[in-house]
Each structure stands twice: as structure tokens, then as C-alpha cells.
């Protein structure tokens, strides 16, 4: 299996055919899919009106990807940030995290799982990834509100009634 930018280079790769580059958009979420395969597939396809004949549009390709790279970017951030805090931490002895981040041991996937494919945030990526992240990284408590849509009325291991995430994440829902 290829790299998230090698794979993304070809999807930019206007030599390859647009059925091909859609393939290959599709092959990048198996390295960064956020909500989920299925809904960050959704997500990408609305927003950028993806058509089921892709040579209509293959510029919508390109349009889905750079969203999908921009939300990457904040994860991979803070996945370099967490690592050298870690390796501060590991010289002074300390060998287990002082803070825990689920979404760095799910490898950049999930982060804001949707059970649903069609029922997933609207707003851009990088919004609501950003959320999850800053939510985490202040400690916030998972019970009874989602990170994404602050509905205060969220049950723990389902589904978020607005936005359709999972507040406590992927793991906990299956």
C-alpha cells in the first residue's frame, strides 16, 4: 500500500484517467478518513458534487482532495507536537503519557467516527477534526456532550442526534 502523498499525487495526476484519479482520492482514505471510510466518502462527494461520471467534473478531485490534505495537516501536527512532548516525558522517566490521546492511537482515523454515512457534520473538514482535537487537548470530559456540535444532550457510545457523531469515539461505539 502506497503512502497518503504518493496516492494524492496521483489523484492530481491529470495524465491517469479521471476514473482512475477517483480511485486513487478513494485510496487516501484508507490512510485519513475522519469520519469513518464510508462518511468521510459521503462528505467528500457532496460537498464537492463528485459525479457518478466523473469525467463531467474530474476537477472536483482535485477540490476533495485539498480538503481532506488541510484536515490531515492538523492531525499530523499535533501527532509530531504529542510525539516530541513524549520524548521530553521518556528523559525525565516518565514512561506512560501524562495525557492520553485516543485519536493518535487510532492512526489518524475516526477522530469524529459517524456510524451513519449520511449523517456526518457539514462544515469543512478541518473544522470540525479541529474541534476534536482542541477538545481533547483541553482535557474536555466525553460524558453527555458531543466535541463537534456541543449538543449537551449526547449519549455516551451512540451516535450524536445533530451531527451524527460519535462523541467517545469509534472505539467505543463498536
Known amino acids: 500500500m502506497t503512502s497518503f502523498p504518493v496516492t494524492a499525487r496521483r489523484v492530481r495526476d491529470e495524465s491517469l484517467s479521471p476514473r482512475r484519479r477517483r480511485s486513487h482520492l478513494r485510496d487516501c482514505l484508507y490512510h485519513f478518513a475522519p469520519y469513518g471510510f464510508h462518511a468521510t466518502w459521503h462528505h467528500l462527494a457532496t460537498r464537492h458534487r463528485i459525479p457518478r461520471d466523473i469525467e463531467a467534473d474530474p476537477p472536483s478531485l482535485v477540490r476533495a ?33 501524562t495525557t492520553p490521546h485516543p485519536w493518535d492511537s487510532w492512526g489518524c482515523h475516526d477522530i469524529a467516527y459517524c456510524p451513519d454515512p ?46 451524527g457523531v460519535v462523541p467517545d469515539g469509534y472505539r467505543n461505539s463498536v
Open 118 to 163: 449520511q449523517k456526518h457534520p457539514t462544515e469543512v473538514l478541518s473544522i470540525v477534526v479541529g474541534r476534536v482535537l482542541d477538545a481533547y487537548a483541553a482535557g474536555v470530559d466525553l460524558a453527555g456532550r458531543c466535541l463537534v456540535c456541543g449538543d449537551e444532550d449526547s449519549r455516551p457510545g451512540r451516535a450524536c442526534r445533530n451531527c
Open 65 to 97: 482532495l485539498g480538503e481532506l490534505e488541510t484536515a490531515r495537516a492538523l492531525v499530523l501536527a499535533r501527532a509530531v507536537a504529542f510525539a516530541a512532548q513524549r520524548r521530553l516525558q521518556k528523559q525525565a522517566g516518565r514512561r506512560t503519557p
